[in-house]
């Protein structure tokens, strides 16, 4: 049903409801972490996972694997499920509609896919609500056996404070890479210019589309700066550098570890979580 590649824990007795946990879905399984109220990183997580099975199959395997692994998923302060979607449109608060989900997507996307379900989420930093898909029986199943997770855009996480702050300084542009997709989110003056994803088979095809929102949102200036995480190669960083007056690696808020084995640990590949 599932395979753990990668497991790191902190042997490090904290209340549940000081962890905050989250779980990103990948194309062939998911990674997961624990991080404390003080930004403490306690557990790191990735696994193969098989999600086509029977729906209570599913739930089944869903919760043996939190069992198994001893994670405390009852009682934290939230657990989120990040469902990165190709499908998404944000709506200012002021003009949200609960029931109108459908009417939103459609203005932005051509939306047919039954096995897919939409879901919204509300982004405080934003104040705007945020209309996405996520596989249906997966998003589902991950409800039925973590009562309260919360699911949420791979956007909703990357539009953050913290990114907004900073472009009070200077234009922000994050580009965050997954397998054939980039996402990206422009910031300026505290406010979110764009937030979009495009397939990107290669890494010609990211730079093109970096390049692209750069100069389609007047971002060019001398002290612009192109953020960059997730599955980013050498190869790729360094072409960037030569388009980009200042490349930097984006690596989500800052953290402490408890555990040695967190000090190599590439941060920027898994900015959705951290």
């Known amino acids: 049903m599932y395979h753990v590649n990668t497991f790191i824990n902190t042997d490090k007795e904290v209340a549940s409801y000081e962890r905050r946990m989250s779980i990103c879905l990948q194309s062939n399984g998911f990674s997961f972490s624990i991080i404390t109220l003080d930004d403490t990183l306690m557990t790191f997580g990735e696994a193969d996972f098989e999600f086509n099975l029977p729906f209570d199959q599913l739930v089944s395997s869903i919760k043996g694997f939190i069992v198994d692994n001893g994670l405390p998923t009852f009682g934290c302060k ?136 750069m100069k389609k949102l007047h971002l060019e200036t001398p002290d612009m700066e192109l953020a960059i995480c997730g599955l980013v190669g050498r190869d790729i960083y360094c072409r960037l550098q030569h388009y980009f007056p200042n490349v930097t690696l984006y690596t989500g808020r800052p953290l402490n570890y408890e555990n040695s084995q967190f000090q190599t640990f590439h941060t920027y590949r898994h900015a959705l979580l951290l």
Request: proline share 5%; aromatic share 12%.
């Open 78 to 213: 939230d657990v989120k499920l990040i469902a990165p979607s190709e499908h998404f449109v944000w709506i200012p608060e002021h003009l949200y509609e609960p029931l109108r989900d459908w009417q939103y997507i459609k203005t932005v996307s051509s939306f047919d896919n039954p096995k897919l379900s939409l879901f919204h989420a509300y982004s405080d930093t934003l104040k705007s609500y945020m209309v996405f898909s996520a596989p249906s029986d997966v998003a589902m199943a991950f409800k039925v056996a973590i009562p309260g997770i919360d699911i949420v855009n791979q956007h909703s996480i990357l539009a953050n404070k913290m990114l907004l702050n900073r472009s009070l300084q200077h234009p922000v542009l994050l580009m965050h890479v997954r397998n054939r997709v980039g996402d990206f989110d422009a910031f300026y003056n505290n406010q979110l210019l764009l937030s979009n994803s495009y397939a990107a088979s290669n890494d010609d095809e990211l730079l093109y589309h970096a390049l692209d929102v």
